[in-house]
C-alpha cells in the first residue's frame, strides 16, 4: 500500500559516500563557516570507502594545512595516519598572476618583444588566472590515478567565477576577434615593428586562447554530469550566510550543476531550560532561519551540526566531527 506521508530526505551525507559514480565534489558557502572543515571530514569518509581521496584547497586562506597540522603545496602531499588520503592546496595569485608562470602553463618558451607583448594581452584577459588554475587542476586529475577529488572552495563568489569561466573567456576571444578582424592593417603595421614572425604568432595566440576555452567547455560538461559531480553548500543559521547559500544554489541550478545536500554549521544546541539569556536570544534567532532553511531546500539533505566547544584541529578533531555528517 502506498504511503500518502512525504518523502523524508536524510539527515546526513549518507547519499554522497553511497554514490559510487562520483569523481568531483566541491564544498562551498560564505567565507567563515567551516567549509574546509566540512571538507576535511568528508574527505576522511569518503576515504573510507574509496580507494584513493584527494582533497584540493584553492582557497588562499591555506586552512587546509591548518586543519590537519602538516604543511601542503602544489602537488599531492599523503596526509599522515591516512593510507590513501592525499592533500593539495593553490593559490591562484600566487601561481598564476604574473607572465613567467602563465608561460609554463601555456608552453610558451620564446623570449621575444611580440611574445612579451602577446603575453601582456594574453595576461589581461579577464578571469584568465581563474581559468589556467582550474586548467591546470583537470590537467592534474587526469594524469593521476585518484578515483574522487574533493575541492574545498574560496568563498562564494570566487567559486561561481570558476563556473562561469567558459562563457568569459569566450566572450573576451570574441572581442579580439572583432578587433584584429577591424584593424588588421594596423595590426600588419604593428607586426613590421616587431617582427615578421608576428602575425604567425598572434594566431598561434588565438589558437591558445580558444584552446582553452575548449578546455573549459569540456570541464564545464563534467561539472554539469550528475552522476560525476556535485556541490555541497556549507551554511550557519544567520542571514548573510543563508543569503549566500540562496543565491550560490540559484546560481548552480542555472548552471544545471547537481546540488541536493546543505549541510548548517555552528547550531545551538543548549537545553531549553538554560538559564544563559544570550543563549535563549541566539537560539531564537537561529531557529528563524533554520526554519527558512528547511522551508527553501525542503527537497535537500539538510545536515545540521552543533556548535563546538573548541576548535576543529588535527586529524582526531577531525574524525570526531566527521560523525556528526552521519548522526541520524
Not at 75 to 86: E, H, S, W
Not at 139 to 159: R, W
Not at 258 to 284: A, F, H
Request: proline share 3%; net charge neutral.
Amino acid at each position: 500500500m502506498e504511503s500518502n506521508e512525504p518523502f523524508k530526505f536524510e539527515e546526513t551525507i549518507q547519499n554522497i559516500l553511497d554514490q559510487d559514480t562520483l569523481k568531483w565534489i566541491f564544498v562551498g558557502g560564505k567565507g567563515g563557516v567551516g567549509k574546509t572543515t566540512v571538507s576535511s571530514s568528508l574527505a576522511i569518509l569518503l576515504s573510507k570507502v574509496k580507494k584513493k581521496v584527494l582533497i584540493i584547497s584553492t582557497d588562499p586562506a591555506h586552512n587546509l594545512s591548518d586543519a590537519f597540522g602538516q604543511k601542503m603545496g602544489r602537488q599531492p602531499t599523503l596526509i599522515k595516519g591516512y593510507q590513501n588520503l592525499y592533500g593539495l592546496e593553490l593559490d591562484p595569485e600566487k601561481d598564476f598572476n604574473n607572465i613567467e608562470k602563465l608561460n609554463q602553463v601555456l608552453h610558451l618558451d620564446d623570449k621575444t618583444k611580440s611574445d612579451n607583448l602577446l603575453n601582456k594581452i594574453e595576461n589581461s584577459f579577464p578571469g584568465v588566472d581563474e581559468a589556467n588554475n582550474l586548467r591546470f587542476i583537470a590537467s592534474l586529475l587526469e594524469n593521476t590515478d585518484f578515483d574522487l577529488v574533493i575541492f574545498d572552495t574560496a568563498p562564494t563568489g570566487h567559486t561561481l567565477r570558476l563556473l562561469e569561466m567558459p562563457n568569459i573567456i569566450g566572450k573576451s576571444l570574441k572581442k579580439l576577434l572583432e578587433i584584429k578582424s577591424q584593424f588588421g592593417s594596423i595590426i600588419d603595421s604593428v607586426g613590421g615593428i616587431l617582427g615578421n614572425e608576428f602575425d604567425q604568432k598572434l594566431n598561434k595566440f588565438f589558437e591558445r586562447m580558444n584552446g582553452l576555452k575548449e578546455s573549459l567547455e569540456k570541464i564545464s560538461d563534467r561539472f554539469k554530469d550528475a552522476d560525476k559531480t556535485t556541490f555541497i553548500a556549507v551554511c550557519i543559521p544567520e542571514f548573510l550566510s543563508v543569503y549566500e547559500t540562496e543565491r550560490l544554489i540559484e546560481s548552480l541550478f542555472k548552471e544545471n550543476i547537481d546540488i541536493r545536500n546543505v549541510i548548517v554549521n555552528q547550531v545551538l544546541m543548549c537545553d531549553n531550560d538554560t538559564k544563559c539569556k544570550m543563549c535563549k536570544s541566539r537560539i531564537k534567532m537561529q531557529k528563524k532561519y533554520l526554519d527558512r532553511i528547511e522551508e527553501m531546500f525542503e527537497d535537500f539533505h539538510i545536515i545540521k551540526v552543533p556548535l563546538q566547544k573548541n576548535e576543529i584541529r588535527g586529524t582526531k578533531n577531525i574524525e570526531e566531527f566527521s560523525r556528526f555528517l552521519l548522526k541520524k
